[in-house]
């Protein structure tokens, strides 16, 4: 069952699936991007983290992690930036309430996903992981023809980056479980657009496997 079943009535379902929705299929060279997996989003003591649904949200991208490390794929992330004034932080409809001084830096990465060394971090104000940023560029030098997005919040700024990356003619791929919101509806109704739209919302498993199988066929490459 998909994450939309139970939000998206059956005929709104139905009415899109005559034009919309066909998979799109992974390309030849996918790229990881993993989008504000912060403190910022997955900590509680955060004003705008959600530990419930960040927590298992970040071990389901752990082991495609792993996956991708292990293939040789290339890996990037995205995350905020602190803003010294109004023009920087911009019209965001969050109250803006600073986070207490006491706690870690909230634009660092959770440790379950601390990136390694030669991995990239874009660093961004606004929803879209290439909105101001390098990351179209990086796709480029990798030859990447698909970008696998995970991250939080699947409304948001991980939908934002999947809009984007469509409109870059990059192929889409979001594992179910390794996306997640503070809330059920947004997060559902995210997901059904961006399948139905931009991109294949897969589950992890499924992605993890057609991973696995690009990842060996661009090492044998490499070897011959």
Known sequence: MAAWDDVIPPEDRGELGREWGRAQGMGENPAL????????????????????????????????????RARGLPVIYSAGLPSANSAERGLWKSSGRPPDPELPDPHEIVA????RAGESIVRKRRPSAF??????????HHRAD???????VTSGCVRATAVDAFSHNLRVVVPEECVADRARVPHAVALFDIHM????????AEVGAQLERRGRHAAMEAVA
């Open 33 to 68: 991007l993993i989008v504000d997996m912060t403190n910022a989003f997955v900590d509680d003591r955060f004003p705008l983290g959600c530990g419930r649904a960040g927590r298992p949200c970040a071990e389901a991208i752990a082991a495609l992690l792993a996956v991708a």
């Open 112 to 115: 379950p996903l601390a990136p």
């Open 131 to 140: 909105f101001g940023t390098e990351l179209a560029s990086l796709l480029i």
């Open 146 to 152: 698909t970008v696998v997005i995970c991250g939080m």
């Open 197 to 204: 739209k931009y991109g294949d919302v897969l589950p992890a």
